[in-house]
């Protein structure tokens, strides 16, 4: 089934709106690829120091996307924007291999939190159009994502800079709607 195909039988469902909540540590590149997903322009990005809210249009269906800050003190007030989430998008900086723990501890976290329960998990290891990033087969291995159960997830390597990958990434936030519907 194509994308295009996916989309109709979303939109034909009584449910046209989808709640994505928009995570990941400072500077990982979630408010680029939000800006990326709502056609904007990317040149000129400032850390979140709160939330950015976007709405981007998929042929009739709404994506409403939460792009919540990732500063560490702003991180305990994730807490507050889990209701109603359909999807949950991890953004991982994958040249920052520093931060691979710290990026992996606060995705376990989540994946715990009981309003997030089954809810289905998209991570985007951005930042693949630069020399130094880990391959995203490399960020699942270390983020022990194959051992997720109770939740469909997939990990897709993208650029949110050059929307490279985002278009797949996306697909697969339909594809697991529609496999949940």
Not at 81 to 93: M, Q, R, S
Request: proline share 2%; net charge positive.
């Amino acid at each position: 089934m194509g994308l295009l195909a996916l989309l109709r039988k979303l939109k034909s469902s009584s449910e046209k709106e989808l709640r994505i909540l928009l995570l990941g540590l400072d500077n990982a590149g979630k408010t680029t690829l939000l800006k990326k997903l709502a056609e904007e322009d990317v040149s000129h990005i400032t850390p979140t120091q709160g939330f950015n809210i976007k709405t981007v249009q998929a042929q009739g269906f709404r994506l409403n996307v939460w792009d919540i800050g990732g500063q560490r003190k702003i991180r305990p007030y994730w807490k507050n924007y889990f209701d109603n989430t359909d999807i949950l998008l991890y953004v991982i900086d994958s040249t920052d291999r520093k931060r691979f723990e710290e990026t992996g501890m606060e995705l376990n976290e989540l994946l715990e939190e009981e309003k997030l329960h089954g809810v289905p998990l998209v991570v985007f290891a951005n930042k693949q159009d630069l020399a130094t990033a880990a391959p995203a087969s490399e960020i699942a291995e270390g983020l022990q994502l194959q051992a997720i159960r109770g939740r469909q997830w997939h990990i897709q390597a993208c650029s949110a800079l050059t929307a490279e990958g985002v278009k797949d990434g996306m697909q697969h936030i339909v594809t697991m709607m529609a496999k949940k519907k």
